[in-house]
């Protein structure tokens, strides 16, 4: 499984971002799908996640404000950022989880001056 992710960039606080994530090779009809996110020294952790039957996760400090969403025939998932904060700088890494493995694709760096 490869994970090509883009977007990402430098935005004003209360700016807007999306991300998309292409996913190629062995893709299984039950996988989830998702972004994390890492700044440095610390862990990564969840940002949002699309199962493959739709269900959907968020992260507490961006529920309101960012939106996942998919396109089964591209394997490709969107991360749409609004409203986007200072504490939202990290880098984003795109997330494929299926038969209890884990892939992870390059990070993205998101800026958001103030």
């Known amino acids: 499984v490869q994970l090509q992710a883009s977007g990402g960039g430098l935005v004003q606080a209360g700016g807007s971002l999306r991300l998309s994530c292409a996913a190629s090779?062995?893709?299984?009809?039950?996988?989830?799908m998702g972004w994390y996110r890492q700044a440095p020294g610390k862990q990564r952790e969840l940002v949002a996640r699309i199962g493959s039957g739709g269900s959907i996760n968020y992260a507490d400090s961006v529920k309101g404000r960012f939106t996942i969403s998919r396109d089964n025939a591209k394997r490709t998932v969107y991360l749409q950022m609004n409203s986007l904060k200072p504490e939202d700088t990290d880098v984003y890494y795109c997330?494929?989880?299926?038969?209890?493995?884990?892939?992870w694709g390059k990070g993205t760096q998101v800026t958001v001056s103030s």
């Open positions: 090779g062995s893709i299984f009809s039950l996988h989830t």
């Open positions: 997330n494929l989880a299926q038969l209890a493995m884990q892939y």
